[in-house]
């Protein structure tokens, strides 16, 4: 596949490298917005840029009819405007906010421990992420995602905010420390003991090799899709 990278910084790099040893060919490395004349022609966009250009970045690439992978977090409230616009333009979109095999498998365990936990009392419930310095947007996409899960499999919760949990907000902390890739944890504490469950990632190798896979997935696909279509979960 030709595949053209819009954003080209940590992730770009280790995007650039995996795509190249899995045979396809990288016909742009843009660290600006895509036109038709820069995308080089390509079978798909992997977009990994920033929270505030990514809306911009995206919506260009489909209304060239352009598929795209997009991981770039922080953006999300514009979610329903891409994704109408992939529709319109019969090509296809597919975001996640963690594209590693592990973080997707973590998503599926704590939406099942979630539902265990719906009618139990005695356990409170927290999440912490932490991750390098570098990063932009606080709490990360993964643990929006992660947050989500808890919220549409317990019913105690309705939402999600920075910091301690308190009634029916599930509280997030964001830490940053670094040169952190990024690790995830979701805690239940009871007065007695502490079930926690975490996601540790060694280095960003996962999340740029499930960005590619998904990539090869798209071809030939219409519509909005995301980790859990690609890996079947
Ligand atoms: N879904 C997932 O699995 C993962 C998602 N992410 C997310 O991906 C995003 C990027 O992360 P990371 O690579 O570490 O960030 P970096 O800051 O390392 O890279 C961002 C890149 O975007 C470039 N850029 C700046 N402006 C534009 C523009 N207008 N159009 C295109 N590119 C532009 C930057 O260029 P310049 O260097 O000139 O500033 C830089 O090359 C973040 O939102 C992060 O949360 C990260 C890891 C995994
Ligand atoms: O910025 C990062 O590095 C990461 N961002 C993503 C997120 O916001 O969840 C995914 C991963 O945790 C690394």
Redesign the pocket.
Known sequence: MKIAL???????KIIDEIAQKRGHEVVAR????PTSENLNNPDVVIE????E?AFE?IKACLENKIPVIC????WLEKRDEIEKLAVENDTAFLY?????LGVNLFFALNERLADLMKNVDEYSCQLEEIHHI????AP??TAISIAEGIINNNPKFEAWKLEETKGDQLGIFAIREDEVPGTHSVFYRSEVDEIEIKHTAFN?NG?AL??VVAAEWIKDKKGNFGMKDVLGL
């Open positions: 819009v954003g080209y910084g940590k992730m770009g843009l660290k600006e917005t990994f840029s920033l929270p250009v970045n991981g770039t977090t922080g996640g906010s963690n594209f590693s570098h990063k932009k947007d990360s996409g960003r999340f499930g960005a």
